[in-house]
């Protein structure tokens, strides 16, 4: 059997190896790496310093930067980021970067600024694991990320749980 190559390296599921989310400064507010491209914190900050320099000041919404594709896309004091690799198409990156975007804009009532974004961060972060696990993209719906962040966000934990919503109602019948 044969098989199929792109540019030279295998197809991969793993299509997403950074999301980051920056302020006006640069600073981190949020980021998830998916491989070991860069492997320490330092590196990390270092990569991010360099992503926010080349970026802040441009309209566009695509670069290569140090052999890796960036989409990017800014928002009153944010700065929203997915990264893959060269060869990665830019059009499944876009999808995921707009998914974030607009499943963010619902969730915060089209409020997309640091602020907003700081008081509702367990929101953010369950939007990130429902698009995407581990580098592969799972879903690029912001109306179904939405939804499932809302269904996970009613799961309250049993340890947090009151008594009248954790003990079951027990009848007791005498004869």
Known sequence: MKRHKLNGKDPSLYTV?????????GERLFAKYYD???????????????IFNKTHRTDSEI??????????KSSIDLYFYVIGSSHENELMLMAVLNCLFD???QMLRKNVEKRTLLENMEGLFLAVDEIIDGGVILESDPQQVVHRVALRGDDVPLTEQ??????????FVRK
């Open 63 to 72: 670069a290569l930067l140090e052999g890796l594709t960036v989409v990017y």
């Open 162 to 171: 009151t008594v009248s919503q954790n003990v079951p109602c027990i009848h």
């Open 103 to 105: 499943s963010l804009s």
């Open 17 to 25: 190896k950074a999301v980051l989310i920056l302020d006006n400064d």
């Open 36 to 50: 070991e491209t860069y492997p320490s914190v330092k590196e990390q900050k270092a990569f991010e310093k360099n």
